[in-house]
């Protein structure tokens, strides 16, 4: 069992193929990770100001690269992992 800090990022980006097949590759190989998604349109820009969207929309991003996702694998694993990726 691992946590945010006995951890390393593997892997971050915007693809949710490759997100996807990253975690496929890594539970047919028998790692554990966990992973973190962020949406950046859902982010507040001020304390009670609303988020990013409520105040600009969504025009002009990409639908595929509003969402960044983070695959984390435990310190131990990394290495044996870091060049698959």
Do not use: C
């Not at 983070?70 to 131990?76: A, F, G, Q, S, Y």
């Amino acid at each position: 069992m691992f946590n945010f800090l006995n951890s390393e990022s593997l892997w971050i980006g915007t693809d949710m193929k490759k997100f996807n097949e990253i975690r496929t590759q890594l539970e047919q190989e028998g790692i554990p990770y966990k992973y973190k998604t962020k949406d950046h349109l859902s982010q507040t820009m001020y304390p009670a100001e609303g988020t990013l969207r409520s105040r600009t929309g969504s025009f002009g991003n990409k639908p595929d690269q509003m969402i960044e996702y983070e695959i984390l694998v435990h310190k131990k694993d990394y290495e044996k992992v870091r060049g698959k990726f």
